[in-house]
């Protein structure tokens, strides 16, 4: 059973616009949730985080919505940059020990 | 500060062979954890070691282990290689459990493992 699912598989955005992922989890204990980027060749990079006691967190182009009753979280990526092209992923965690990924967003911001 | 290096980058080998990768934390991390990524997939966890004691596994058979070693470095070893192990294994190294650094996973860029 996948414990994140994650949607669009991919996602085209022209560039100043706004890139919009979605995230769902079913276990309510998860206590974490990231959002990370890859970048092809990399290991994916931590982008911005949100704990459930917040509905939202903001750091520059990025924002986390959390809907803790709908078992929800979404990543608002602002003014979307070519740059910004890359791989997202939604994770949530338990006590800092497993992470479950979802299976990965595709973004290309065409310029 | 250096970050998390995996080595090697790339490697190639048969079914039912053995392979064994390896991982260099960061500076200042003791605690590593293993993923494998499946093409187009997302990174699934394989097992975490804390202070060179095994601290969870993920859906994993047994015949993917690991080490810890006192500088905090791991290894990776999977035998009795199967076509589906193919991915990309990804190390991860953060902060002791309990602190504010556990919840940051810095990751390497990977050992792509092909199996033919």
């Known amino acids: 059973q996948q414990q994140v699912k994650q949607s669009p598989q991919s996602l085209i955005v022209q560039k100043g616009g706004i890139s919009i992922i979605n995230c769902a989890y079913e276990?309510?204990?998860?206590?974490?949730f990231p959002w990370y980027q890859q970048f092809p060749g990399k290991g994916p990079a931590l982008l911005i985080a949100?704990?459930?006691?917040?509905s939202e967190k903001k750091e520059g182009r990025f924002t986390i919505s959390f809907n803790k009753s709908a078992k929800q979280f979404s990543l608002h990526i602002m003014d979307s940059q070519p740059g910004d092209s890359a791989t997202y992923f939604c994770?949530?965690?338990?006590?800092?020990?497993?992470?479950?990924f979802g299976s990965g967003t595709k973004l290309n911001v065409k310029p | 500060e250096t970050g998390v290096t995996q080595s090697p980058t790339h490697l190639i080998k048969t079914r039912g062979q053995q392979v064994t990768l390896r991982c260099s934390s960061q500076?200042?991390?003791?605690?590593v954890s293993w993923y494998q990524q499946a093409l187009g997939q997302g990174p699934q966890f394989i097992f975490q070691?804390?202070?060179?004691?095994?601290?969870g596994r993920g859906n994993f058979p047994p015949r993917f282990s690991g080490l810890q070693f006192p500088n905090y470095s791991s290894e990776l070893n999977v035998n009795a290689l199967e076509l589906d192990d193919s991915a990309l294994y990804l190390c991860?190294?953060?902060?002791?459990?309990?602190?504010?650094?556990?919840?940051?996973?810095?990751f390497g860029a990977g050992s792509r493992l092909t199996v033919l």
């Open positions: 991860a190294s953060s902060i002791g459990l309990g602190t504010s650094g556990a919840n940051v996973l810095t």
């Open positions: 276990n309510t204990a998860f206590d974490y």
């Open positions: 949100i704990r459930p006691d917040v």
């Open positions: 994770a949530a965690s338990m006590n800092f020990n497993k992470f479950y």
């Open positions: 500076s200042g991390h003791n605690t």
């Open positions: 070691y804390y202070r060179e004691e095994e601290n």
